[in-house]
C-alpha cells in the first residue's frame, strides 16, 4: 500500500509541475517541504499509539475510543488556534516560505497539525492488528490527493487552491474513514479520563523524534533556502530537479527500516552488527551509481522529459544535488544504526548540519550550480561525521532502545 501511495505521490508531483509551471511549483514544493518535516512528529505518535495500543496500556476498547476521541478534540482544537494565529501571520509566513499567496502559507502549519488525527487513527488500528483500512487509508489518502488537486487545476486554481485542496481538504475523508473503522472496531466511547494524554504519547522515545525531525529538515530546507535568493524561475527548477535528486533517501528509508530493528536486535545479544551498516550501504550504492551516471550524463534530457524545458536551469546543478542527496542517504542509514544502538550525542551534528543548509545556499548563491557543490560538501562533512560516531569501537555496548520499540520506530518511518 505504501509503495502504491508512493508511486501516486510522485504522479502528482509531475502533473502539478507541468500545470503550474516551473516558478508556481517552486511555490507548492516549498509549502509541502515545511509539510513535510511537520509530518515527522506525527508519525512518532503514530508508533507510539500503536505500540501503547498493542501492549493495552490504553485499557480496553471502551477506553481506548475515549481515549481518542479526546485526542481528536484536543488536535482539532490545535488546529483551530493554530490556523487563527498563522492568519493573522500569513504575510511573515509567506516571506518565510518565499511565496506569492499568504494564504497558502498560513494552512501549512494547521494543516500538519490535522495530519496528525489521521496518524492516531492509524496507530490505534495498527495496533489492534486491523492493518486492511491502514493500507486502503495510505492509498486513499494519497488518491485524493492527486484527484482534489487536479480538480482544482481543471477549475483553474493557482498555488492556493491545489494546495488547499490537495492537503488539508483532501484529509477530511480520511478522517472520518478512520473514525468509522475505530468506532466499529472499539465500540462507543466508555467516558473515563483517558489514561495517556498527547504530551504523554509524545514523550516516548524523544531521541529519535527529535532526531528524525532535525534529519526532515536538512532534507527539505534546501528547497525554501533557495526561493530566498533566486528568482522564481530558478528557484522552481531548482525544487524540480530536488524531486530528482531526493529519491535515493527514499531507498534508505526502506533500508532503515530493516537496519533499525536488526541492528537492534543483534546488540542486544552483544554482537557486533555493524556488518549491517555495511550491507544496507552497498545496496544503497546499487542504485546511487546507476543514477549518478544517468544525472552526469543527461541531467538536461531527464529534467526536461519530465518536468518540462525551465526545469534545465537547474540541470548543471543536478549531479552535484544527486551526489550531495546520496552521501545524505549514508547519513540517514548512520542516523539509523546510531538509533538502534541508543546513541544520544550525533543530534547535534544533525541540528547543526540542519542550521549550516540555508547558511550554505546563502554563501554559494552565485548560481544553483555553486549551491549544489555547497550542500555537496556540507554533507561530505556530515556523513564523515556520522560514520566517525557510529563505527567507533564501543558504540555497541549500550542499547537503550527495546526491540519492540525499533519495530514500532521503523513501521512508522514508512
Known amino acids: 500500500a505504501q509503495m502504491a501511495a508512493n508511486v501516486l505521490a510522485l504522479v502528482g508531483t509531475i502533473a502539478f509541475?507541468?500545470?503550474?509551471?516551473?516558478?508556481?511549483?517552486?511555490?507548492?514544493?516549498?509549502?509541502?517541504?515545511?509539510?513535510?518535516?511537520?509530518?515527522?512528529?506525527?508519525?512518532?505518535?503514530?508508533?507510539?499509539?500503536?505500540?501503547?495500543?498493542?501492549?493495552?496500556?490504553?485499557?480496553?476498547t471502551e477506553a481506548i475510543a475515549a481515549t481518542l476521541q479526546r485526542w481528536r478534540r484536543s488536535i482539532i482544537t490545535l488546529a483551530f488556534v493554530l490556523a487563527v494565529v498563522c492568519g493573522i501571520l500569513r504575510e511573515p509566513l509567506a516571506d518565510l516560505m518565499q511565496v506569492s499567496e499568504p494564504w497558502a502559507a498560513a494552512a501549512v502549519l494547521p494543516t500538519g497539525v490535522l495530519w496528525v488525527c489521521i496518524a492516531l487513527q492509524r496507530g490505534v488500528l495498527q495496533g489492534l492488528g486491523d492493518y486492511r483500512p491502514v493500507g486502503i487509508s495510505l492509498v486513499a489518502e494519497q488518491s485524493f490527493r492527486l484527484g482534489f488537486g487536479l480538480a482544482a487545476v481543471v477549475v483553474g486554481a493557482g498555488v492556493t487552491g491545489i494546495f488547499l485542496a490537495g492537503l488539508p481538504v483532501a484529509f477530511f475523508p480520511i478522517t472520518i474513514a478512520l473514525a468509522w473503522e475505530t468506532r466499529k472496531k472499539l465500540g462507543v466511547p466508555d467516558h473515563v479520563p483517558t489514561r495517556t494524554g498527547l504530551r504523554a504519547l509524545a514523550r516516548r522515545n524523544p531521541v529519535p523524534v527529535l532526531a528524525l525531525t532535525l534529519f526532515a529538515v536538512v532534507q527539505n530546507a534546501d528547497v525554501v533556502a533557495v526561493g530566498h535568493f533566486f528568482n522564481s524561475e530558478e528557484s522552481g527548477a531548482y525544487a524540480e530537479a530536488a524531486v530528482a535528486a531526493k529519491g535515493i533517501i527514499w531507498l534508505a528509508v526502506g533500508l532503515g527500516l530493516y537496519l533499525l530493528p536488526e541492528a537492534t536486535r543483534e546488540a542486544a545479544k552483544g554482537l557486533d552488527p555493524r556488518h549491517l551498516l555495511g550491507r544496507t550501504m552497498g545496496l544503497l550504492s546499487l542504485v546511487a551509481l546507476p543514477m549518478l551516471l544517468v544525472y552526469t550524463v543527461a541531467a538536461g534530457t531527464v529534467l526536461k522529459l519530465v518536468f518540462g524545458d525551465q526545469a534545465e536551469l537547474a540541470a548543471d546543478a543536478l549531479?552535484?544535488?544527486?551526489?550531495?542527496?546520496?552521501?545524505?542517504?549514508?547519513?540517514?542509514?548512520?542516523?539509523?544504526?546510531?538509533?538502534?544502538?541508543?546513541?544520544?550525542?550525533?543530534?547535534?551534528?544533525?541540528?547543526?548540519?540542519?542550521?549550516?543548509?540555508?547558511v550554505i545556499v546563502g554563501v554559494f548563491d552565485t548560481s544553483l550550480q555553486t549551491v549544489a557543490y555547497g550542500l555537496l560538501a556540507l554533507n561530505v562533512v556530515f556523513a564523515a561525521a556520522m560514520f566517525a560516531v557510529v563505527l567507533r569501537r564501543g558504540t555497541t555496548k549500550r542499547v537503550a532502545m527495546s526491540e519492540a520499540d525499533a519495530d514500532a520506530l521503523a513501521a512508522a518511518e514508512t
Open 17 to 60: 509541475a507541468r500545470a503550474l509551471g516551473t516558478s508556481g511549483y517552486g511555490e507548492l514544493a516549498r509549502m509541502i517541504s515545511v509539510f513535510t518535516i511537520l509530518l515527522v512528529p506525527g508519525s512518532a505518535l503514530q508508533a507510539a499509539a500503536a505500540r501503547d495500543t498493542a501492549l493495552g496500556t490504553l485499557g480496553s
Open 319 to 358: 549531479p552535484a544535488m544527486a551526489a550531495a542527496m546520496t552521501l545524505l542517504s549514508a547519513s540517514y542509514l548512520a542516523v539509523q544504526f546510531a538509533l538502534a544502538l541508543g546513541r544520544r550525542h550525533f543530534v547535534w551534528l544533525i541540528g547543526a548540519t540542519a542550521v549550516l543548509v540555508p
